[in-house]
């Protein structure tokens, strides 16, 4: 089976997702730990109830990105991950980390990418007026929020939408790819390949909609 690591830093409703997911489907995948950079993070909880090993990696102990991240991939790789997994992990990775997991490493931000990469991307739709907006899983290369896309989700933008309505409905559609990408990656239907990531064997579009 698919041995899958998920980082965290909050809520964990992406996590719960891929719990629930995993457990109601026959996904050949198996999360083997959850780690969180942050103690107060209630995912830690989720994963817990979950019976999966749940732990604490404080990136304030210690002195730097690149040491947090050493630290980081000996915790991962104890678990031999073939997958990890963001799911609302709120560090920014070094290129030693990201380049450990070329090909095993993917993300969820909630836009639809390339557009608002970064923070506050729900408040920086609605002021642009945008009349859709969304979420996207990629695979996680050196460029922030930049790596190949693999699924997108679309929602329209309503009149009296607020950054707290919107990241609502988001999240509704994160809750749906996120699960789909990893199993597509599980059954080995996802790749990266040397010019974007792959579906079936095929390359996926730039962008494109689910
Ligand atoms: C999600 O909306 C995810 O897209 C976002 O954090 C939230 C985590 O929610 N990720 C990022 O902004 C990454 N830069 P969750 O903890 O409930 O899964």
Known sequence: ?????????????????????????????????????????????????????????????????????????ERIDGYRPDLVVLAGFMRILTPTFVRHYQGRLLNIHPSLLPRYKGLHTHQRALEAGDAEHGCSVHFVTEELDGGPLVVQAVIPVQADDTPESLAKRVHVQEHRIYPLAVRWFAARRLQLGERGAMLDGQPLPATGHL
């Open 1 to 73: 089976p698919c041995n899958v690591v998920v980082l965290i830093s909050g809520s964990g409703s992406n996590l719960q997702a891929l719990i629930d997911d995993l457990r109601a489907g026959d996904t050949p995948a198996r999360i083997q730990a959850v780690i969180s950079n942050r103690a107060d993070a209630y995912g830690l909880e989720r994963a817990r109830a979950a019976g999966i090993p749940a732990e604490v990696l404080d990136h304030k102990a210690f002195d730097g990105r690149e040491a947090f991240d050493a630290a980081l991939i």
